[in-house]
Each structure stands twice: as structure tokens, then as C-alpha cells.
């Protein structure tokens, strides 16, 4: 893993002329974008511009339509990504009978832990130090949300695709959200993560990718990473500080 | 970077699927309370003659245990698949197959073992000869991994289904059609002091075989399904 984004590396990922359709109806796409270590992109879209699919497409659980997907410069397999990806979609992959630190247990078993980090420092991390305990089934939705960050924040991957990680979040949960963010691309990650943009990822240099189907779609959005972007780029609709003041 | 060893990933589940079964023992024991009532049924549709329920005893207790497995084959995959689990069993960087042999391996333990222990007793329910006892247990032990194994590929298969739970019973059933005639087979020609080594011998080689085609195909299934 490099420290820093490197950009004469194959990038991370990489999609070219990716598009997906079910029963022959488009659902996005197609799409061009690179994804290097040490980045943030935030794929924005209103509720059904395929952000979901998107990412489960990138994470090799769904074949893509047209187009290809390409892990550091080598086509992409789910042989190839699994160790290397976290993925936090809408079921958060949490049971609910078992206690929250029970839960991290089984997933330090299963992919492995990042090194200094063990599962009740991942717990404490996303502010449930005193819930080691509890039943998961037991906390609210904004908790389990946060269980299942700790879930990626312990996998010792470079790659995090998180879907809708704000939702559920308060104020507090979004800001954490965004260090740790903000934490694993300056230790040379890279993560993606769909808003219907309501939030945004608010530090660094987030690019977004859009996804609605009126939006533009042109190489511009996605390929001229070494242009400092502006704090923060809306494709879709409402403002962030009005929808982060009423969360509140 | 700590990559945890398939090993330790396999125990992970073992570990996580029995403290699962544990926090749900009241669900665990519907497969035998099932196998019981159907069992306390028969002589009682058939009457009290030892001589009938004797001839049949084997045979009911073995479609009996068969249909109490097949209820309880939908839980294999249903709450991971409904929690999301299941993807994450996907994306781990460990074999697919081998994590699916370790669930299926745990689902039969805590589902068909408990059956097999109280098949004896159930079978004395029926006047089951004591000679047709062992030779019961043993077509069982053979038999019910086989049902697991099948199953949970037909699991696998229609996991992302709603209400799959007739679609299931329409694929796996004849499939498990062989196993009941070789399993009761068995059993019945015990029962007429006939030898039953080769019925026995035929589940023990369809066992082999699944053990290691089973996991494979269950796992490219759930690929299936989850697309």
C-alpha cells in the first residue's frame, strides 16, 4: 500500500465505458472513472439512478452489463477483489443475536483485522465503547450503522465501497463518518460512497461521479484528478446544510 | 496487513452458526418435535397392532425425519441472506465452497443429529424390530448428511426467491426420492433378515461424491442468487 496517491500506478479501480441494464432496461451508465489510493469519490444520484447496483457491480457480486471493470490495471474478478474490498451495503451484515463485539469478532475471524486495530478498538472507534455487550438487535438503526462502519473500519483492505454510510447517521455519526474517511485515504485507501445528496463528504477533495440520468456525463467528472476540486460538488438536488440541520 | 488464515475463518463461522443455534434453541428443536407428532400419529390413524406398525415402522421414521429436514432446510441461508450476511460470506477472501461446507456441516449438527439420536426411541414408538435398530441409525448417518448436502444446494438456488418454500420442496424432493429407497431398503430387508450391506454401500459412495461436488455447487448457486 502507497502512502500517497500515486497516479503513474494502474489506479486502483478502474471503469471504462461501464453500463449496466436489467431485462434490457438501462439502469446506469455507461461510465468512465478512476479511482486511485489516497482518494474519496462520492457517486451521487436521486433514489434509483443505480448507486446501489453500481456498487455491488464494482464489488464483482453483479456482472456488469458492458464495459469494463479493472483492479490495479487487471481485470476484475471476485476472486481477485474479495481481499481487498469492504462493502457496507443497506443490510448491514449484522446479526442481530449476537452482541455487537460478537459480530466484529466474526468478521476479524473472517477477513482478518488491519494491523493496531482489534474489534473493541474498532468499537470504540465509531463511539460504542460501553456496547460490547449488547445485543445488536438492541440498538437503534444509527448504531447498527456504526457497528457496521467499525465492520470496515477492522477489514484490512485498501478498498472501502460504502452505500449510503450517512443514512441513519446523526450530525455527530456523519462527522465521523467523514474522518474516517478522511483517515484511511491519508493511509493510502481509497473508498467510494453513494449520497443521493442530501450529505456530502465535506474535507479533502471529493470528486463525484453522476448518476442521474440527466446529469452530464462527461470525462471531465471523473478523469482530471489533479485539479483541486471545490469543497464539495452536488450533482442532485438539496442542499447539505439544510438537511444536516434538520437531521439534527 | 493481517489476512486471517482459511482456517480461522472456517472456525469463525462454526463458532458464530452455534452460538446462533444456541440464542434460537427454541427453533432448533422443531425438527423433532415435528418427527415426534408424526410419529404419535400413526398408530393411532392405523391402530395399536404390533404386527402392522412393525412393517412400516422404519419407513415412516425415515420419511418423517426426511420432511422434518426439508423444513428445517430453509434456514440455512434465509436470515444470512436476509441480513446481508451472505454477501459478506462472498466477499471474504477465503474459498467460497469451503465456508459453505463448514454451514451446511453445522446445520446438519444441530438439525438432523438430534433426529438421528432420538430415531431409536421413535422407532420403539412403532414396535421397530431391535435387529432393524442399528442398521436404522446407520442408514440415517449416512443418509441425512446427503439430504443436507443436496438441499442446500437447491438452498442456495432459490434463496433470493420470495415464498420459495414450494419451489424448494419441488426440486429437492426428487431428489431425495433415491436416498428414502435406499435408506428404507436398507432397513426393510434388515427386517426380513436379508443382506443390506449393498443399499448402505450405495448411500456411503453418493455421500462421498456430494461431500465434494456439493460445497462447489452451492457456492457457484449463491453466486447465482445474489446477482
Not at chain 1, 486495530?117 to 438492541?138: F, K, M
Not at chain 1, 438536488?237 to 439544510?242: E, F, I, K, L, V
Not at chain 2, 440415517?140 to 438452498?155: K, Q, R
Request: net charge neutral.
Amino acid at each position: 500500500m502507497h502512502a500517497s496517491p500515486d497516479h503513474e500506478r494502474p489506479p486502483l479501480l478502474e471503469a471504462r465505458g461501464l453500463a449496466f441494464a436489467r431485462n434490457d432496461e438501462p439502469v446506469f451508465g455507461p461510465l468512465d472513472f478512476a479511482l486511485h489510493a489516497g482518494e474519496v469519490v462520492l457517486i451521487e444520484g436521486d433514489n434509483g439512478s443505480g448507486k446501489t447496483t453500481l456498487l455491488r457491480v464494482l464489488s464483482g457480486l453483479l456482472a456488469p452489463g458492458e464495459g469494463e471493470i479493472r483492479l490495479q490495471g487487471e481485470p476484475l474478478t471476485l476472486a481477485a477483489i474479495a481481499p481487498q474490498v469492504a462493502l457496507l451495503s443497506h443490510a448491514n451484515g449484522l446479526k442481530p443475536e449476537l452482541t455487537t463485539l460478537e459480530n466484529l469478532r466474526f468478521a476479524a475471524g473472517l477477513n482478518g483485522v488491519r494491523p493496531g486495530i482489534s474489534p473493541p478498538t474498532a468499537l470504540a472507534g465509531v463511539g460504542l465503547s460501553g456496547y460490547e455487550d449488547v445485543p445488536t438487535r438492541r440498538l437503534s438503526a444509527g448504531q447498527k450503522k456504526r457497528v457496521a462502519l467499525a465492520r470496515v473500519l477492522l477489514a484490512p483492505v485498501a478498498l472501502w465501497l460504502l452505500d449510503e454510510p450517512y443514512a441513519n447517521l446523526d450530525l455527530d455519526g456523519i462527522n465521523l463518518v467523514n474522518r474516517l474517511l478522511e483517515n484511511h485515504a491519508n493511509r493510502g485507501g481509497a473508498a467510494l460512497i453513494t449520497s443521493h445528496g442530501a450529505y456530502a463528504y465535506t474535507s479533502g477533495r471529493p470528486r463525484s461521479i453522476p448518476l442521474n440520468p440527466n446529469a452530464v456525463l462527461g470525462g471531465n467528472s471523473s478523469s482530471d484528478a489533479s485539479e483541486p476540486a471545490a469543497s464539495k460538488s452536488i450533482s442532485a438536488g438539496a442542499a447539505p446544510t439544510s438537511q444536516q440541520e434538520r437531521v439534527r | 496487513m493481517t489476512a486471517a488464515s482459511t482456517w480461522s475463518a472456517c472456525a469463525a463461522l462454526v463458532r458464530r452458526d452455534l452460538i446462533l443455534v444456541w440464542r434460537r434453541r427454541g427453533d432448533a428443536l422443531n425438527p423433532v418435535l415435528f418427527a415426534l407428532m408424526v410419529i404419535a400419529l400413526f398408530p393411532l390413524a392405523l391402530g395399536p397392532e404390533p404386527e402392522v406398525l412393525r412393517r412400516i415402522a422404519a419407513g415412516v421414521v425415515f420419511v418423517a425425519l426426511l420432511i422434518a429436514g426439508l423444513l428445517a432446510l430453509d434456514t440455512l441461508f434465509r436470515s444470512d441472506y436476509e441480513d446481508g450476511s451472505l454477501e459478506q460470506l462472498v466477499l471474504s477472501p477465503h474459498p467460497l465452497s469451503l465456508l459453505l461446507a463448514c454451514k451446511i456441516g453445522v446445520h446438519w449438527l444441530t438439525t438432523a443429529l438430534p433426529l438421528i439420536i432420538v430415531a431409536p426411541l421413535l422407532g420403539e414408538l412403532l414396535h421397530l424390530p431391535a435387529e432393524v435398530r442399528w442398521v436404522l441409525v446407520g442408514a440415517l448417518l449416512l443418509a441425512t448428511p446427503l439430504l443436507s448436502l443436496i438441499g442446500a444446494v437447491c438452498v442456495a438456488l432459490t434463496v433470493g426467491m420470495h415464498r420459495s418454500g414450494m419451489l424448494l420442496a419441488l426440486l429437492v424432493l426428487p431428489l431425495y426420492v433415491p436416498i428414502l429407497i435406499f435408506g428404507a431398503g436398507a432397513c426393510n430387508a434388515a427386517a426380513l433378515a436379508l443382506p443390506h450391506a449393498a443399499p448402505l454401500l450405495w448411500l456411503a459412495a453418493a455421500l462421498v461424491v456430494a461431500l465434494v461436488v456439493a460445497p462447489l455447487a452451492c457456492a457457484a448457486a449463491l453466486r447465482i442468487s445474489l446477482s
